[in-house]
């Protein structure tokens, strides 16, 4: 009896561990996502597919905020403002140079640069110390561009000189494949990063600091490492912004766009790249609800303040419904649930 016991236990394991090595590389989640764009880009009208490019923009840095918050624990109020650097570097760059390839590495250099000197910081702070650093941040940074007047143009902002798209691309379709690229690319480098001892570091210094430091995991390197990899993803979000919109200013990236990015990430579902996609739709498609309700009501004020209270209330019934956020649902478990 103890022998057919710890037969079925061996042959339990082995069946685990081959469905484990039949799971997907990454890679080919971003082909296949690769190959739906591309698809999508034929079909859909321009604006459309300039909302299917702000998807994308928004996934490159809710990808990132969910592996900072998710993964490691740590919360951070200021990815706005994290983007408006990236995009600021760019639209610098991109004027003086004219190469997009050199604009988007100097966006990423200085946003990177940017969260090793906030990670620094954040490391040595918990809970709401934290959130009010990151909060400062998001406050402060707008404010720079008033002070450097003749750099960053005030609250007028910054147009940016683009080339045109290659051959007989629309400026929409175009949008789309720089967005999407940017963002398959960095769901790639993350996937395969939280894939690896990294991302074990991580969830090890999220779950509990004190056995992670005795497991030889080194915290504080680990969580300024996950600052910085979110700030990247933050900057080259915000320079993906600066294309799609041509120019920037200081009123494209508010402190509630931090709050819709945190809220986006917990709808969709924290620590998973499904639930950063979900968090992405919902901050194109909420917002576009929220003003097609506040134009047929005639009101300004609640057009303002409409896509705050949708995502109050979505938040509220996810949370309700699916703790774990949309990314845990399944079609499965809600057809069993009916039933």
């Known amino acids: 009896m103890t022998d057919v016991r710890e037969k079925r236990a061996t042959e339990a394991v082995q069946s685990k561990a081959f469905k484990r090595k039949k799971t997907p590389h990454p890679i080919w989640y971003a082909v296949a996502g690769a190959v739906l764009v591309a698809a999508l880009t034929h079909y859909l009208p321009p604006f459309r597919n300039y909302q299917l490019a702000t998807v994308g923009a928004y996934f490159t840095v809710t990808a990132g905020l969910t592996v900072l918050t998710g993964l490691n624990g740590q919360l951070s109020l200021g990815h706005g403002a994290l983007m408006a650097t990236g995009a600021y570097t760019f639209a610098l760059a991109q004027n003086r140079w004219l190469a997009l390839p050199?604009?988007?590495a100097a966006a990423l250099l200085v946003t990177t640069l940017a969260g090793v000197v906030i990670g620094l910081a954040a490391?040595?702070?918990r809970g709401p110390y934290l959130a009010g650093l990151?909060?400062?941040v998001a406050v402060v940074v707008p404010s720079v561009t008033s002070t450097f007047d003749d750099t960053?143009?005030?609250?007028m902002g910054l147009s940016i000189a683009l080339d045109p798209p290659p051959g007989a691309v629309a400026m929409e379709q175009w949008q789309a494949w720089l967005c999407w690229t940017g963002a398959l690319i960095t769901a790639l480098?993350?996937?395969?990063?939280v894939r690896g001892r990294f991302g074990r570091d991580l969830r090890a210094v999220r779950d509990d600091e004190t056995a992670a430091r005795l497991a030889g995991v080194?915290?504080?390197r680990t969580q300024v490492l996950a600052f910085v990899v979110s700030a990247a993803c933050a900057g080259l979000s915000g320079a993906l912004f600066a294309v799609l919109a041509q120019s920037v200013s200081p009123g494209a990236f508010p402190l509630?766009?931090?709050?819709?990015l945190v809220m986006a990430i917990v709808i969709g579902g924290l620590g998973r790249l499904a639930g950063a996609?979900?968090?992405a739709v919902l901050l194109v498609a909420l917002p576009a609800l929220a003003q097609t309700a506040g134009e047929r009501s005639g009101s300004q004020r609640l057009e303002g303040n409409l896509a705050l209270v949708i995502f109050g209330v979505v938040l509220v019934v996810v949370m309700l419904a699916a703790p774990g956020g949309l990314a845990s649902l399944r079609l499965s478990t809600i057809f069993r649930r009916k039933r």
């Open 189 to 193: 480098l993350l996937a395969v990063l």
């Open 134 to 136: 990151t909060l400062a």
């Open 123 to 125: 490391a040595r702070l």
């Open 152 to 155: 960053f143009n005030s609250d």
């Open 256 to 260: 509630t766009l931090s709050l819709f």
């Open 102 to 104: 050199l604009s988007f």
């Open 277 to 279: 996609l979900c968090g």
């Open 218 to 220: 080194h915290v504080a």
